[in-house]
């Protein structure tokens, strides 16, 4: 080889490393579709920022294009500021079809001043019913925030800024179903909930206040895809089985303690014929 060759070589594979890396980091035009609101979803900054806007008409949202199966899910969110009541911005994971799975982080606006609400929720087989949710130790519409989804074989960790906030186990050894077999896809969504999300419904949206607008950066998946077509990325075999360490799992109990508004391992107004089954006594892992 020449060297000016060389040269041209080693610019190549320069340019190829270039455009994986910012490839892997957040292009959600890459990653996503519109999933509805047409434009109303807008991807700029070259694919780094995501603005999902609802107004009078519609929300708006976007779909991953592949379909996962295990991995971690990272999404920095900036929430609908001001008078937020009655709108709902989600992160989520879901499978398609009857009985399906789903790995939920939905964030329920309010009026100016009072807190939002962060929603967690895990459907297994079709089955729901699993809700924990929080208020935050900060006003998640003045800075972006990281939300992730953890999910493996053995566990499901849902995490704020780094630090674990909720896992639900696998437990079919007590006969609790658990998403390990169909692939999920990633959704970002923004949209009306107001017949239920602000104080139960009793807080309406106030549209004289729209377009109301999240904002999205940074997505990143470490996780392995089954469509378009198998792949891990940055997901080996070992966080496969990984379970949450010790340091933040004392995290994990301090934030709950704290930060916890509704548990439904709790509730036996809403279950009084009994519990779920991995929340009954005997059945239930303390964290
Ligand atoms: C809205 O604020 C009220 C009053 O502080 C609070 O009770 C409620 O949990 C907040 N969130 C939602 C989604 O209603
Ligand atoms: C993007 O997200 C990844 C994974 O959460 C994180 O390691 C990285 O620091 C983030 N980059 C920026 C600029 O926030």
Same mark, same amino acid.
């Given at each position: 080889m020449s060297c000016r060759s060389i040269l041209v070589f080693v610019c190549v594979l320069f340019l190829a490393y270039l455009g994986t890396s910012i490839a892997v980091d957040g292009d959600f035009g890459e990653y996503f579709d519109i999933l509805f609101g047409d434009n109303r979803a807008r991807?700029?900054?070259?694919?780094?920022?995501? *603005?999902?806007?609802? =107004? &009078?008409?519609?929300? +708006?949202?976007?779909?991953?294009?592949?379909?996962?199966?295990? @991995?971690?899910f990272d999404m920095q969110i900036k929430l609908v500021p001001g008078?937020?009541?009655?709108?709902?911005?989600?992160?989520?994971? %879901?499978?398609?079809?009857p009985h399906h799975d789903e790995i939920d982080i939905e964030f329920l606006g309010n009026l100016s001043g009072d807190p939002y609400l962060m929603s967690t929720n895990i459907f297994a087989y079709g089955e729901g019913g699993r809700e924990m949710q929080f208020y935050l130790w900060y006003d998640p519409t003045e800075d972006f925030h #990281?939300?992730? $989804?953890?999910?493996? %074989?053995?566990? $499901?960790?849902?995490?704020? =800024?780094?630090?674990?906030?909720?896992?639900?186990r696998n437990r079919h050894e007590i006969g609790v179903h658990f998403p390990t077999r169909q692939p999920m896809r990633v959704y970002t969504t923004?949209?009306? @909930?107001? !017949?239920?999300?602000? /104080?139960? @419904? &009793?807080?309406?949206?106030?549209? +004289?206040?729209?377009? *109301? $607008?999240? +904002?999205? /950066?940074?997505? #990143?998946?470490?996780?392995?895809?089954?469509?378009?077509?198998? +792949?891990?990325? @940055? *997901?080996?075999?070992?966080?496969?089985t990984k379970d949450i360490d010790?340091? !933040?799992? $004392?995290?994990? &109990?301090e934030i709950q303690e704290k930060w916890v508004v509704y548990d439904y391992c709790h509730d036996l107004r809403r279950y009084a014929h009994g519990l779920p089954f991995e929340c009954r006594k005997g059945n239930l892992i303390s964290e």
């Open positions: 991807i700029e900054e070259g694919g780094k920022s995501l *603005f999902l806007t609802l =107004d &009078q008409y519609s929300g +708006s949202g976007i779909v991953s294009k592949s379909e996962y199966l295990f @991995g971690r008078n937020s009541a009655g709108t709902v911005t989600a992160f989520y994971l %879901s499978s398609e079809g #990281t939300y992730s $989804i953890d999910w493996n %074989s053995q566990r $499901i960790i849902i995490l704020v =800024d780094n630090t674990p906030i909720r896992v639900m923004l949209w009306n @909930g107001d !017949s239920w999300a602000t /104080r139960w @419904g &009793q807080v309406k949206i106030d549209l +004289s206040n729209a377009p *109301f $607008i999240a +904002s999205f /950066r940074n997505f #990143t998946a470490r996780a392995c895809t089954v469509s378009p077509e198998p +792949s891990c990325r @940055g *997901f080996s075999a070992a966080k496969k010790p340091e !933040s799992k $004392i995290k994990m &109990q």
